[in-house]
């Protein structure tokens, strides 16, 4: 298995958007749902949103629920974190991460899931 890839992190304002992709190889990859996940410095790790195998359902965080959007390309290996109206709160090294077993529902628990990527900074400025 391959470790998933994030990118698209960086600095922006009060307000702004970014849009971060985690791409991950592998024949399997449509199998498994994915999950984002945050940690800001001193705090622990925290479900952002995830989406199953298909890109049919997808699950946020209630602190990100109508600002942040997960989408999916199969077909490329590669699953989008939209994220809109950003705060200062949101600074963040936001993580993707697979769930453990093909088919299954996604969970807000991080033991939930395996082969995490490395993670992107995510700065929003007041």
């Known amino acids: 298995q391959v470790q998933p890839r994030e990118s698209g992190g960086g600095l922006v304002q009060d307000g702004g958007s970014l849009r971060l992709s985690c791409v991950a190889s592998g024949r399997t990859f449509s199998r498994y749902a994915i999950g984002w996940f945050r940690q800001a410095p001193g705090k622990e790790r925290e479900f952002v949103g995830a989406i199953n195998w298909s890109g049919g359902s997808t699950f946020y965080a209630d602190s990100v629920k109508g600002r942040f959007t997960i989408s999916r390309d199969n077909a490329k290996g590669t699953v989008y974190l939209q994220m809109n109206s950003l705060k200062p709160e949101d600074t963040a090294v936001y993580y993707c991460?697979?769930?453990?077993?093909?088919?299954?529902?996604?969970?807000?628990?991080?033991?939930?899931?395996?082969?995490w990527g490395q993670g992107t900074q995510v700065t929003v400025s007041s």
């Open positions: 991460a697979k769930r453990n077993n093909a088919f299954v529902a996604v969970t807000t628990n991080p033991e939930g899931y395996s082969y």
